[in-house]
């Protein structure tokens, strides 16, 4: 039997989402109101916020709620001024910080591990950015070590989530007594443009604010269910560096989502995969698919055969939180493992998708393992998940 490393697995979860709830048939109506006067981009909306696979989000934003005649954020009805960027980053530096220590708090009592012993910080954020950073509030409210090393991963998009587990499954193969915390918080809905674009408009359909927090160290801390980590993989599709952008604009950041998005994604992701199958391993019945939009799920469960079941959890997280961005990947394994753990589920192997702007796409291979036993059994040298 070859000899293998301890394995490195996601020890504990968090996830955390704001107060205010924003409803997909008021929002509809909020907006179909404040766009009256274009009736054209008011029937358009009504239609894409009916399709998009939303029913709730969450927002940070209390403005958000305003009916259109006070809503800055509907200046086309309210003729308010639109929040500014700086506003905006006002918004997000005063919002933001808390989020993230509720998912952080959460993910530490999951794992079952103290503030002393995280060794690195990564901090995941696309939609707002202060000095000092978010890292830096962490480490005081949280009480982590003043020389814990902090790695900040901005402005990478949807992608980003995923990006830093791998990173910090490398962290941990290199370290192997490393504890590492990853911290994500986006709010999206506070860049809601007030716009009758139609990129405007699809934007502002399905996405929420949220934070989601993991702890990933060596499977042996933990006595209870875990997600061994494989290495990652990281691509860029081609020909599609123009089909998703997002810039700083003066009043927020301004998004461009191409309608082929999903059909890249959707033809491009099986040749990345291809590689990371074992011949004679099992079947993958674990499918973590960031739910970048309903498009790219349908995308997907055709394209790689999927059954409902596979893609459930993503719909799921869509419907009720919508596209929290590099968060969102987080809530989808968190019911993964919730239903897994219900079901008294034995060892069970997968993988984790994300997608972000590039076009890019980040994988990777994980196992949904029991206990103790299911851990000590990884290094068989059987399935997917390779080792350090």
């Known amino acids: 039997m070859k000899s293998y490393e301890a394995t490195i697995a996601m020890l504990g979860i968090g996830t955390a989402v704001p107060d205010h709830v924003l409803d997909q048939a008021e929002t509809t109506q909020r907006l179909s109101h404040a766009l009256s006067n274009t009736p054209d981009a008011a029937r358009w909306a009504k239609r894409i916020f009916k399709q998009c696979g939303v029913q709730t989000r969450y927002t940070c934003e209390p403005g958000l709620l305003e009916p259109a005649e006070n809503n800055r954020y509907f200046a086309q009805k309210s003729g308010l001024p639109v929040p500014t960027t700086a506003e905006r980053m006002a918004t997000y530096k005063q919002a933001a910080p808390p989020?993230?220590?509720?998912a952080a708090k959460k993910a530490l009592a999951d794992a079952g591990v103290g503030p002393e012993a995280i060794t690195h910080l990564l901090t995941v954020s696309c939609t707002g950015q202060f000095l000092p950073g978010l890292d830096a509030v962490l480490v005081w409210q949280l009480g982590l070590s003043r020389s814990v090393n902090r790695i900040p991963l901005t402005f990478l998009g949807c992608a980003a989530g995923l990006k830093a587990i791998g990173i910090a499954r490398d962290l941990v193969a290199a370290h192997p007594a490393a504890v590492t915390l990853i911290v994500s918080v986006e709010l999206c809905t506070i860049h809601m443009q007030s716009s009758p674009e139609r990129e405007a408009l699809f934007g502002a359909s399905f996405f929420g604010d949220g934070a989601s927090a993991c702890v990933i160290g060596s499977a042996e801390q933990s006595d209870g269910p875990v997600f061994a980590l494989g290495k990652a993989h990281s691509g860029l599709m081609p020909d599609s560096a123009g089909e998703m952008i997002w810039e700083v604009g003066n009043y927020g950041y301004d998004l461009f989502l191409s309608p082929r998005i999903s059909q890249l994604i959707g033809d491009t992701i099986p040749g990345h995969l291809t590689p990371l199958l074992r011949d004679g391993g099992p079947d993958p019945g674990i499918w973590a698919i960031?739910?970048?939009?309903?498009?790219?799920?349908?995308?997907?469960?055709?394209?790689?055969g999927l059954s409902e079941e596979h893609t459930g959890f993503s719909r799921n997280v869509l419907r009720v939180y919508g596209?929290?961005?590099s968060a969102t990947i987080l809530f989808v394994l968190a019911d993964i493992r919730e239903s897994l753990k219900r079901d008294?589920?034995?060892?069970t192997e997968g993988f984790c998708l994300a997608f972000g702007p590039g076009l890019s796409c980040e994988i990777?291979?994980?196992?949904?393992?029991?206990?103790?036993?299911?851990?000590?059994?990884v290094g068989t040298g059987a399935g997917m998940i390779p080792h350090a």
């Open 344 to 347: 008294g589920a034995e060892r």
């Open 364 to 377: 990777v291979p994980i196992a949904y393992l029991p206990n103790k036993e299911s851990k000590q059994q």
């Open 323 to 325: 596209n929290m961005s």
């Open 99 to 102: 989020l993230a220590l509720q």
């Open 290 to 304: 960031h739910p970048g939009g309903k498009g790219i799920i349908d995308a997907l469960e055709d394209t790689l």
